[in-house]
């Protein structure tokens, strides 16, 4: 059986470097999160054995037990990057290495608590709602600099920048917008948190716009393991 995974991937890195190229950008900046949700342990590996080794989750549970099945496979990074009630955080706090979508400082302050001493800092990004949309997660732009002071103090978290999932579009003026405005407020975070070096933007549908507008996280399930139920 061919692994159609392995040459998804293939063409998912390379339309990454051709759109670095086009935004004159190094494409070494941009990582591929292969998001896996919903998705059998038996993708995880087939994108492992194409060389692939960091992988989004949306459901906590659903998270933890495939990281559980897949412990053998010690050099993945395992990334956190659905809605998380603060009940399950600590399941977040034990088994992840990035957490993606924090949104208030009470989640925060329960993974700072709650991440083992044995660990590194959990690398956080925090989650923008940036067409203050009703129906989206996030903090509204007005809000992000009293949490980033708030979260300075949380030091098993290492805020490493933001995370922004837009208003669903397939036109690419549409997509850009949105991501400019995310891209507008990672400058403005730099200016007081030089240290930040991530911008988690972009999905299967729009690569291209999150890349030219310096995203360092793409984050892309169905481009590589197909359509979800
Ligand atoms: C599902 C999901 C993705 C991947 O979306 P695709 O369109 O399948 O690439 C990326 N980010 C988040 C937060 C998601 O929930």
Redo the contacts with the bound molecule.
């Keep these: 059986m061919t692994n159609h995974i392995a040459e998804n991937l293939l063409s998912i890195r390379a339309q990454i470097k051709q759109c670095a190229v086009t935004a004159g950008r190094d494409a070494n900046n941009i990582k591929l999160l292969a998001?896996s949700?919903t998705k059998p342990v038996s993708d995880i590996v087939l994108a492992y054995e194409a060389g692939h080794r960091s992988f989004?989750e949306?459901y906590v549970q659903e998270g933890v037990d495939k990281i559980a099945d897949l412990k053998h496979l010690t050099d993945v990074s395992w990334h956190f990057?659905?809605p998380l009630q603060s009940n399950k955080s600590r399941l977040v706090a034990e088994n992840f290495d990035w957490m993606?979508?924090v949104d208030r400082y009470k989640i925060a302050q329960r993974l700072n608590e709650q991440r083992p001493n044995y660990a590194s800092p959990l690398n956080i990004c925090i989650q923008i709602n940036i067409d203050d949309e009703d129906t989206k997660a996030g903090v509204l732009p007005q809000d992000l600099m009293p949490l980033l002071s708030d979260c300075e103090k949380l030091n098993k978290l290492s805020i490493r920048g933001l995370m922004a999932?837009p208003k669903a579009s397939k036109v690419k003026s549409e997509q850009l917008a949105s991501f400019k405005k995310v891209q507008d407020l990672f400058a403005t975070c730099q200016q007081k948190y030089p240290q930040f070096d991530t911008l988690s933007i972009g999905?299967?549908?729009d690569i291209p716009a999150a890349i030219e507008c310096g995203s360092t996280i793409v984050?892309?399930?169905?481009?590589i393991f197909g359509a979800?139920n």
């Design positions: 998001v949700k989004g949306n990057i659905g993606h979508s999932i999905m299967s549908g984050r892309v399930g169905t481009a979800r």
